[in-house]
């Protein structure tokens, strides 16, 4: 079943007096459990398309269907609730709250909403989380001292606290070094299989997006070719 399905998306943003079509007629869906990446050279549109994905930003023209919901219907409430019900972002620059440790840094998206969750479950959650990343030894570390790339799972389990269905990751390898950046994709990849999780993420590096099952390569705004593949080890534990 499709999660996310964009139809015939335009995106113009007025520049003086001129306007920048970002994106000019964009379709495609990502199927639940999609491990997807939005392809491309800079400027091609991408990070607009993962702005329009998650509400952050609305479409000229076309439609956005997130989990069923034409977002272009919703008022901000309704937004607000969408985005922290079924959404987790991961960005480039890790977005951490320096001063708080890993642990702190991870529970922060649950002080924002009203999840109802009890101490203990709430202590094995993030215990769960800080293990399935890789951190439980840093876990009292603040974030200023951990390295890119143990920000990054940091931002990883941050993303995953609320169990979105979807996280959306606009190149979340683009301040990390090649080897770092690749064993970030495969935590990725290892999370969206064990929990079934969405992942759109883009970026612009070709042995990133290679790890991809799901490619979309943009070009100046527009779908240039779309490559799927058969999903290794789908299903095994
Ligand atoms: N807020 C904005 N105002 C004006 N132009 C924008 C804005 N955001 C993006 N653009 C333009 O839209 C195009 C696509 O941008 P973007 O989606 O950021 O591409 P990518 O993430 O692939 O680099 C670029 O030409 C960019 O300059
Ligand atoms: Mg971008």
């Known amino acids: 079943m499709a999660i996310v399905t964009l139809d015939n998306v335009k995106k113009i943003y007025p ?30 549109g991408k990070t607009t398309i993962l702005n329009l994905i ?12 997130v989990d069923e919901v034409n977002t272009g219907e919703l008022n901000d409430k309704e937004i607000t609730n969408l985005r ?17 440790n890993v642990e702190e840094n991870i ?8 999840d109802r969750i009890s101490k203990k479950e709430k202590s094995e959650w993030l215990g769960f989380l800080i293990d399935e990343v890789g951190l ?13 790339g143990q920000r990054q799972r940091v931002a990883i389990a941050r993303a995953l606290v609320t169990k979105p269905r979807i996280v959306l990751a606009d190149e979340p390898t683009a301040n990390l070094d090649s080897k770092t950046g690749e064993s970030i994709i495969e935590l990725m990849k290892k999370i969206n299989r064990e929990q079934k999780t969405t992942f759109i993420f883009s ?22 070719s779309e490559e799927r ?7 095994s534990p």
Do not use: W, Y
């Open 15 to 44: 520049l003086g007096k001129t306007e920048v079509e970002a994106v000019r007629g964009v379709s495609f869906s990502v199927e639940e459990g999609d491990f997807i990446s939005i392809a491309g050279p800079s400027g091609s």
């Open 54 to 65: 998650g509400c952050i930003d609305t479409p000229t023209e076309g439609t956005v269907v």
């Open 84 to 100: 922290h019900r079924t959404i987790g972002f991961i960005f480039q620059s890790f977005n951490l709250i320096p001063v708080l």
């Open 107 to 114: 529970e922060f998206p649950l002080l924002l909403g009203k």
């Open 136 to 148: 439980t030894e840093q876990k009292n570390h603040r974030a200023n001292e951990l390295s890119g």
């Open 203 to 224: 970026t612009h590096d070709p042995a990133i997006m290679k790890i991809a099952d799901h490619i979309i390569f943009l070009h100046d705004g527009l779908i240039e």
């Open 229 to 235: 593949r058969e999903r290794e080890n789908a299903g």
